[in-house]
């Protein structure tokens, strides 16, 4: 099936695809809008970017066992979409598959996936659970972004690097755990996760980027490793209930650490518990 081959097709409700076809072409059915579901056969290994894009009625949908990769926006804007499978050959989640998906409550990622690209999630308003297999080692920026009803997450020490605004007002969350395979936070990172109350870095990571904890103003406590060697901008700015920091290292080895004037902005005063004594900032 060709790019485009039925882009726009506005009153298309069903289509039965044959198993002759082995491929789905770019943008094939994009703004079908009112095609409600659809069975891709097992013959099918490819399929497009885009391809059901801002199919705004498509409710559910199969992917057959032997595509390895979810091209880009495959599944943006799909507002109505509730659930999906991902068969154990794919590899890799590309940028904005799920995009705006704003009806999807659960997926399984397996355990062969390697890379959730950018805004892969973004704006899964209604994403209530994910599992994260160990197999994946980096996060993309914006990946869940806007995930507002999200409440728990388990990032596996295989990741790597956790992109910018990844978690971004994850309004939902109540603890984080930062693995130790992490070695940066990106910017922004759980900026605005209002209901988050305990995050604990592991160590391994170096450093925290700026305003990755910005505006959690749930947040009560935060364990700090000492391998953490530089704290960003507004990381912990705007944290109103963060009092107590825990921080695995002397006293002398938290002033060494590279700070930010306005790290701690608008951030009520703190106690750093280090391992020979407390700091009051």
Same mark, same amino acid.
């Given at each position: 099936?060709?790019? &485009?081959?039925?882009?726009? +097709?506005?009153?298309?409700?069903?289509?039965?695809?044959?198993?002759?076809?082995?491929?789905?072409?770019?943008?094939?059915? !994009?703004? #079908?809008?009112?095609?409600?579901?659809?069975?891709?056969?097992?013959?099918?290994?490819?399929?497009?970017?885009?391809?059901?894009?801002?199919?705004?009625?498509?409710?559910?949908?199969?992917? =057959?066992?032997?595509?390895?990769?979810?091209?880009?926006?495959?599944?943006?804007?799909?507002?109505?979409?509730?659930?999906?499978?991902?068969?154990?050959?794919?590899?890799?989640? +590309?940028?904005?598959?799920? !995009?705006?998906?704003?009806?999807?409550?659960?997926?399984?990622? =397996?355990? &062969?996936?390697?890379?959730?690209?950018?805004?892969?999630?973004?704006? +899964?308003?209604?994403?209530?659970?994910?599992?994260?297999?160990?197999?994946?080692?980096?996060?993309?920026?914006?990946?869940?972004?806007?995930?507002?009803?999200?409440?728990?997450?388990?990032? =596996?020490?295989?990741?790597?690097?956790?992109?910018?605004?990844?978690?971004?007002? +994850?309004?939902?969350?109540?603890?984080?755990?930062?693995?130790?395979?992490?070695?940066?936070?990106?910017?922004?990172?759980?900026?605005?996760?209002?209901?988050?109350?305990?995050?604990?870095?592991?160590?391994?990571?170096?450093?925290?980027?700026?305003?990755?904890?910005?505006?959690?103003?749930?947040?009560?406590?935060?364990?700090?490793?000492?391998?953490?060697?530089?704290?960003?901008?507004?990381?912990?700015?705007? #944290?109103?209930?963060?009092?107590?920091?825990? !921080?695995?290292?002397?006293?002398?080895?938290?002033?060494?650490?590279?700070?930010?004037?306005?790290?701690?902005?608008?951030?009520?005063? #703190?106690?750093?518990?280090?391992?020979?004594?407390?700091?009051?900032?």
């Amino acid at each position: 099936i060709g790019d &485009s081959a039925f882009n726009g +097709c506005e009153s298309l409700t069903s289509i039965t695809i044959p198993d002759s076809v082995t491929s789905i072409g770019d943008s094939a059915f !994009y703004g #079908c809008s009112s095609l409600e579901s659809i069975a891709i056969p097992d013959s099918v290994i490819s399929i497009g970017k885009s391809v059901f894009r801002a199919c705004s009625n498509l409710k559910s949908v199969t992917i =057959p066992d032997g595509v390895t990769s979810i091209s880009k926006s495959t599944f943006s804007g799909c507002s109505r979409l509730k659930s999906v499978m991902i068969p154990n050959g794919v590899t890799s989640i +590309c940028s904005d598959v799920f !995009y705006g998906c704003s009806s999807l409550e659960d997926v399984v990622i =397996p355990d &062969s996936v390697t890379n959730i690209g950018d805004f892969a999630f973004s704006e +899964c308003s209604s994403l209530e659970s994910v599992m994260i297999p160990g197999s994946v080692t980096s996060i993309g920026k914006e990946a869940f972004n806007g995930c507002s009803s999200l409440e728990s997450i388990t990032i =596996p020490d295989s990741v790597t690097s956790i992109g910018e605004l990844a978690f971004y007002k +994850c309004t939902s969350f109540e603890s984080v755990t930062i693995p130790s395979g992490v070695t940066s936070i990106g910017s922004g990172a759980f900026g605005f996760c209002s209901s988050l109350e305990n995050v604990t870095i592991l160590d391994g990571v170096t450093s925290v980027a700026y305003g990755a904890f910005m505006a959690c103003l749930g947040l009560k406590s935060v364990t700090i490793p000492d391998s953490v060697t530089s704290i960003g901008e507004f990381a912990f700015g705007g #944290c109103s209930s963060l009092k107590n920091i825990a !921080y695995n290292g002397t006293k002398q080895m938290w002033k060494n650490v590279k700070k930010t004037p306005r790290w701690n902005y608008s951030m009520p005063h #703190c106690t750093i518990h280090c391992t020979d004594g407390d700091i009051r900032i």
